[in-house]
């Protein structure tokens, strides 16, 4: 039967049988006998992990060094209390530095 519905879906024209057979892959949610596809594919997660891990570490660097500037040139936020632990800022910059790092290794092996 799947491969029925497989040569059916690879005709020129669809019949009206090969119509029929994809409507039902829909309610029944067997999509892959259509695309061969998996969800992965589908979707590209891989890729969009790759990019959200980019996307974290690229912020954590940016607005810790952000910090560190706006500290040393004497602008402080509004409403702010104590003072800006520099320490954490690097270390958080460091750690922003690998995943970035990271990411990007992971959006190149693409």
Do not use: C
Request: charged share 15%; aromatic share 8%.
């Amino acid at each position: 039967m799947a491969e029925t519905v497989v040569r059916q879906l690879n005709a020129p024209h669809p019949s009206p049988q090969s119509t029929v057979a994809s409507q039902a892959r829909l309610v029944t949610g067997d999509w892959r006998l259509e695309t061969g596809d998996s969800f992965m594919d589908i979707f590209n997660l891989n890729e969009l992990l790759a990019q959200l891990i980019l996307a974290v570490g690229a912020a954590l660097l940016i607005g810790n060094a952000y910090a560190l500037i706006q500290v040393r040139r004497g602008v402080k936020p509004k409403n702010m209390e104590g003072e800006l632990r520099q320490g954490r800022a690097w270390w958080l910059m460091a750690v922003g530095l690998i995943i970035a790092v990271w990411g990007l290794a992971s959006l190149i092996a693409f």
